[in-house]
């Protein structure tokens, strides 16, 4: 070591007097490269937000994924609108509409309804099987007679006078089978409408049972042009589904629309990610120049430690710009971590200079003896730390690759900075005088603390390292990307809503077959799964037993074709309360008379709804809007489900040539790819039923793909290149420690509490409930990297310090030390103010681990020494 510490001499000898002596010049080339960097930054630095980017293009679900995106692009970086309103008809009336604005803006390449569209409203009655039709033509031809009454008398006192008929004649057989709904669909209205609230009748529901387009729910997918050079790719196409969502909102009461998908989902991240950083960047900065200040005690060299700080900040991004040409959504934090890291080369540098100044050295001198001080352990730690972040370089995990590159170039760059442009401002700063820092006031317990109870810390650490061992199983990692997000966030909350859902999961899986018969073999092999709700494929969009079907619709059709096309006039006005008491009048002698063709309940129950509306009407400032809103609730859908009848009657025989392309290339590439979808039996937001639905799926079909494959698959290559990148850092520095130390003794004194210290993170993260995840697993191989450095410093300490010099809590390098570590952690614990789950643990595990590491680097490894206490 001392050859190695005799050549560094000579240089850091040098470059003393080359710093002092060529001060302007030196500060004059920084601010010119400085500019050039901005200049250079600013135009070929963009950001590449696209995540499927951010693992290695050769991994096996990559390749597989490519495939899916190629057969079938339309769902590529789609947006899913989640339609929601109060009933059936109201759902396909909005969707329809929101369709219609989407196909109409210039923003969107294509957009389109997966249940929904002519073909399907057509052919709606073909889909229900031979039970579910027999018992569709039995209802409505017992309601022949009420709909033929309701297409010639189109008003609430025509609705009221076929009911009071229909509850009078027990064996007409008029709607009998639906009476009861309807009745109670009617009350529920009623007394909504008398408070104020949205309500309408789903005659739909009543006409219709077992329709399957019954749903208050639909999905409307829609692809936004994205340019992802940008940092928001997909903004203006975002920007345009709101406005839209919330203008559609507005026109049906009690209806949501909401946006999410993978690429809404990264959108809204960055959003919350860039609104966060902001208020994360200040919190940072004040926080570092407070504990700056408190730590030199000088504005110039508060000033002279920004102007390096942001110098090298620049730099590394001109640095990006040229060696990758962009960021991603990781990488963009290598701004946080230099701040945190980067810093720590100045208050080391600063510190000594300040310490040679207080002891009224002249300042060229203080800056060289400064620059020989501590010199070669800047280089020391820079190397260590870039270890740390380079190790990541050559994994598969692309995002934190380059995020590696490029804090691991930042690392040089910052001692070159602190090593060279700071002494230089120094030289111009000319700091004049300094005081002491004052020791006497501290107890002198804390002063000699790891050397007098070195005894106690040695069995402790023991102890504490043996009881985190049994807390490694418990140590989780979370794939589930969703789960980094802002919980908050209007597209997380909708994605993970639609995850309970068994058909409209955004975690299905798909399979991709080569021919039909293929596709058919895997679907019946997948059904028999117990994790599998069921599958879709093209041939089950070929209804089956057409023929028997279609002479049941044929009958239909002649007994109801003509009523069904006189529901196109508007509803006419009625004497709504006259309506109302007349008919609470007769029910009312109904239930006494015991006469109804329903449970007399079923007419109290609207008999108090009338009451309470009659109430609300004589209360009302505007009872003639309040009697026309009524009027509209109860029968304002009719229309819309007898034409959905209609078209339902006009049902035609096709076979799958006869599907229409806008179905056939949803499950038929043109390359001849057929597509199989594969919908979850359970609730995908539980951990383990997603594994076991993704594991049993690939089971049948190895390369079947969807997002659960591929966030599993990415889980596993990221903790291989954790695994990968964490030994890589041990070993490398171990190496580096013993080359330079020349002693396994001090290596293991420096690796050792920081393994501990990596033990108590993992630890505290399990307790905190803080999984592992694509964000901050990064920080263990990050931590070692750090804690070296102070490792370094506190070691080189320690070999300069006098044998019976016990203060090592109250030396400069202990003061840097801590420090140091105090900005790092200020910069982490900054960034969980972003509401991005991901980051914030992130900053969380890396303030923890810092914690930990000064801990154990400033009481652990002295008391581990074999210096002692001499009174």
Not at 415 to 439: G, H
Request: hydrophobic share 45%.
């Amino acid at each position: 070591m001392s050859q190695n510490r005799s050549l560094s001499d000579r240089i850091l000898a040098w470059q003393g007097c080359f710093v002092t002596r060529y001060a302007w010049l030196i500060v004059i080339t920084a601010l010119l490269l400085t500019g050039a960097s901005i200049y250079y930054s600013k135009d070929h630095l963009g950001v590449n937000n696209n995540s499927s980017e951010m693992l290695s293009p050769d991994l096996p679900f990559q390749i597989n994924t490519k495939r899916l995106e190629t057969a079938f692009p339309q769902d590529t970086n789609a947006i899913i609108f989640v339609v929601d309103t109060q009933t059936p008809e109201q759902t396909a009336i909005l969707s329809s509409r929101l369709l219609a604005r989407l196909k109409a803006s210039e923003f969107f390449e294509s957009s389109y309804i997966p249940e929904d569209n002519a073909f399907f409203r057509q052919q709606a009655f073909l889909y229900l099987t031979p039970e579910q039709l027999d018992k569709l033509a039995s209802n409505l031809t017992d309601a022949q007679p009420f709909i033929g009454f309701l297409a010639q008398n189109f008003h609430l006192q025509g609705l009221f006078e076929i009911l009071t008929k229909a509850l009078e004649s027990k064996d007409s057989g008029v709607i009998s089978k639906s009476l009861p709904e309807l009745m109670t669909a009617i009350s529920t209205t009623i007394d909504k409408t008398a408070r104020g609230e949205s309500s309408h009748v789903s005659w739909q529901k009543v006409l219709n049972p077992n329709s399957a387009a019954n749903k208050t729910r639909r999905i409307v997918i829609s692809k936004p042009k994205a340019n992802f050079q940008t940092m928001m790719p997909v903004e203006i196409g975002i920007e345009k589904a709101r406005e839209i969502a919330t203008q559609l909102k507005q026109q049906v009461a009690g209806s949501d629309i909401r946006i999410t998908g993978d690429i809404a989902l990264q959108h809204e991240e960055l959003e919350d990610i860039g609104e966060g950083a902001v208020l994360s960047g200040i919190g940072s900065l004040i926080l570092v120049l407070l504990i700056l200040f408190r730590c030199f005690h000088s504005v110039k060299l508060l000033l002279a430690t920004l102007i390096t700080l942001i110098m090298g900040l620049i730099l590394t991004a001109g640095f990006a710009a040229v060696a990758i040409g962009h960021l991603n959504v990781i990488s963009v934090s290598f701004a946080a971590l230099y701040i945190g890291l980067g810093v720590d080369f100045a208050i080391h540098m600063n510190l000594h200079y300040r310490e040679e100044i207080a002891q009224k050295q002249a300042n060229q001198l203080a800056i060289k003896k400064a620059l020989h001080s501590v010199g070669f352990s800047l280089f020391l730690c820079a190397v260590t730390t870039s270890i740390g972040f380079f190790a990541f370089v050559p994994t598969d995990y692309k995002g934190v690759s380059e995020l590696g590159l490029i804090s691991g170039v930042s690392m040089f760059i910052g001692l070159i900075v602190s090593l060279i442009v700071l002494p230089a401002l120094l030289t111009l700063f000319k700091l004049k005088r300094a005081e002491p820092f004052q020791q006497a006031t501290k107890p002198s317990f804390i002063q000699t603390f790891p050397f007098r109870y070195k005894k106690s810390i040695r069995i402790s650490s023991v102890l504490i390292a043996i009881a985190c061992l049994f807390v490694v199983p418990s140590i989780s990692f979370d794939s589930n990307t969703v789960n980094m997000r802002n919980p908050a966030a209007s597209t997380v909350s909708t994605f993970k809503d639609l995850l309970h859902s068994k058909n409209d999961s955004p975690f299905a899986l798909y399979s991709l077959s080569d021919s039909l018969q293929e596709a058919q073999q895997v679907s019946a092999k997948l059904e028999q799964l117990p994790t599998v709700h069921g599958t879709v494929s093209l041939s089950d969009l070929v209804a089956d037993e057409q023929e028997e079907k279609l002479y049941i619709i044929e009958d239909l059709a002649m007994i109801l074709g003509a009523q069904l096309s006189q529901f196109d006039q508007a509803l006419s006005p009625s004497d709504t309360l006259t309506v109302l008491k007349d008919f609470q009048a007769n029910s009312a002698r109904m239930v006494a008379e015991n006469t109804s063709a329903v449970e007399p309940s079923v007419l109290l129950a609207l008999n108090s709804s009338i009451e309470h509306f009659i109430n609300a009407s004589a209360q009302s400032a505007d009872p003639q809007a309040l009697a026309n809103s009524l009027d509209q609730n109860i029968l304002g859908l009719l229309p819309y489900a007898i034409n959905a009848l209609g078209q339902g009657l006009t049902a035609y025989p096709f076979n799958m040539a006869g599907l229409p392309d806008i179905i056939r290339q949803q499950w038929l590439s043109p390359s001849g790819i057929y597509r199989t979808m594969i919908m979850p039996e359970q609730d995908l937001n539980d951990a383990e039923h997603l594994k076991q639905f993704t594991s049993d799926v690939q089971s049948i079909d190895p390369k079947a793909v969807g997002m659960p494959v591929g966030e599993l698959a990415s889980g596993i290559a990221v903790v291989g290149a954790f695994q990968q990148a964490f030994s890589a850092a041990l070993l490398i520095i171990t190496l580096l420690l013993l080359f330079i130390l020349k002693s396994i003794k001090k290596t293991l004194l420096v690796i050792g509490p920081l393994l501990l210290a990596g033990l108590l993170t993992c630890t505290v993260n399990v307790f905190l409930g803080i999984p592992f995840n694509f964000a901050n697993i990064i920080a263990l191989p990050l931590l070692l990297g750090m804690g070296v450095d102070s490792g370094i410093h506190i070691m080189h300490c320690l070999h300069d310090a006098p044998a019976g010099d016990q203060n090592l809590l109250q030396t400069s390098t202990a003061r840097g030390v801590m420090f140091s570590s105090l900005t790092t952690m200020s910069s982490f614990i900054s960034l969980a103010l972003i509401p991005h789950f991901g980051i914030a643990s992130m900053g969380i595990t890396l303030a923890v681990g810092i914690s930990f590491t000064l801990l154990c680097t400033l009481i652990i490894l002295p008391a581990f020494t074999s210096r002692t206490l001499h009174s």
